[in-house]
């Protein structure tokens, strides 16, 4: 039964910490114009402005996990009766938000580049991509599956 509520607390403990952020391309278009002319790209624009993002997430919530666990079973050696259950606790929230941070200090950072382009029906894109393809402020470029090309 001591063990259940152990685990039961650790497992309480650790859940809010695992929550993990998956990183999706993103494209905001504007509303354009209604009419389509036929000699216009609607696709085509010019670079208006490039920055470096970092898309690091707070990663995939091991390192939380296996820091509770060690927290815990450190916390359960100290004490006896209700002081060792919160010692456990304790040790678990601990050992959880230190193998968090040891997770996040030990990954790369992962860059990406947000470009906004200035279409040439009038519409402005924005589009986030790993890739740079060495493209700078008035290059020309295609979008194209949610991603931006050079022309």
């Known amino acids: 039964m001591r063990l259940r509520n152990q685990l039961l607390i650790c497992l309480l403990a650790v859940l809010p910490l695992a929550a993990c952020q998956n ?11 209604v009419e389509r002319d036929p000699g216009v790209c609607y696709d ?19 390192g939380a996990v296996v820091g509770a666990v060690i ?20 040790g678990a929230v601990g050992g959880a938000a230190a193998g968090h941070e040891i997770e996040k200090r030990n990954r790369e950072a992962d860059i990406a580049y947000q470009f906004s382009v200035k279409l040439d029906d009038g519409r402005f894109a924005t589009v986030t991509q790993r890739e740079h393809y060495g493209l700078d402020v008035g290059d020309r470029v295609r979008l194209e599956n949610d991603r931006i090309l050079p022309i």
């Open 44 to 62: 085509c624009g010019s670079v208006q402005d490039v920055r470096r993002v970092s898309l690091s997430d707070d990663g995939i919530g091991l």
């Open 23 to 33: 990183y999706q391309p993103t494209r905001g278009v504007e509303p354009g114009a």
């Open 71 to 90: 927290g815990a079973a450190a916390g359960s050696q100290v004490g006896s009766g209700t002081g060792q259950d919160i010692a456990t606790a304790a």
